[in-house]
């Protein structure tokens, strides 16, 4: 497939993006390993993209890299216009907190905390004032995951899909640029995986919010509007209105492919 092919998308402005994306951990020659092998690709504001891939083909990696968690080795990550690679320790903690928002396979809640609290746990960090429209914001937040009845309830009394849809919320409360979900149905059975699933879509689709999110679950990925695959650290294909069938087969094809270059490799 084309260079000018895999590039093809959204129109939209991106909310994150990377460019000639290089990551080496290790610095010996012998056991270096490159996990990015000079990607481009941007992931549009008001969109949920999928980033698909083998195991070690690099989509972890590419999701840290462009939310900030990890360094590049050469190229560029930007949220919006912004390069994260100048900014010092400080004000990329201050952009993470302001402008991203993540949601893990681990939920990640604070046990003594209420569901309330949870959830305005990254603006009280911040010190934002809750004035009308942020009050607002997160009543249809909570309107939106389902947990009106659950407000006063800690962590340890809810399940683990009402628990996630609680990380959820608290990661779109600040109402970042774009929000980063890393395996989000990993640890919940089918039914409560398809809720969250469910919830990250309605806030693309009628709160305008940006996602991105890595699994390797190809029902998963037909949530999203688009999916990007990676390969040994390097992005190979593109699918807009996925769905479960059509990713699972090229998935398939991809490890034919592999397996074929394996068997023709000399050895």
Known sequence: MSTATLRQRST??????????????????????????????????????????????????????????????????????????????RRLTLLRRDRVGFVFQAFNLVPTLTVAENIRLPMDLAGRRFDRDTLEWTDALIDVVGLRDRLCHRPAEL??????????????????????????????????????LGLLGRAVREMGRTVVMVTHDPVAAAHADEVVFLADG?????????????VLDRLKAFDARSATNSEGAPS
């Open 234 to 246: 390097r992005l190979v294909d593109r699918m807009a209105a996925p769905t479960a069938d059509k």
């Open 12 to 89: 939209a402005p991106d909310a994150a993006r990377v460019e000639s994306a290089v990551k080496v951990y290790g610095s010996s020659s012998d056991t270096a390993v490159r996990a990015l092998d000079g990607v481009s690709v941007g992931f549009p504001a008001g969109r949920f993209t999928a980033i698909m891939g083998p195991s070690g083909s690099g989509k972890s990696t590419l999701m840290h890299c462009a939310a900030g968690l990890d360094t590049l080795t050469s190229g560029s990550a930007y949220i919006g216009d912004t390069e994260l690679g100048p900014l010092d320790d």
């Open 159 to 196: 399940s683990g899909g009402q628990q996630q849809r609680v990380a959820v919320a608290r990661a779109f409360a600040g109402r970042p640029d774009v929000v980063f979900a890393d395996e989000p149905t990993g640890n919940l059975d089918s039914r409560s995986g398809e809720e969250v």
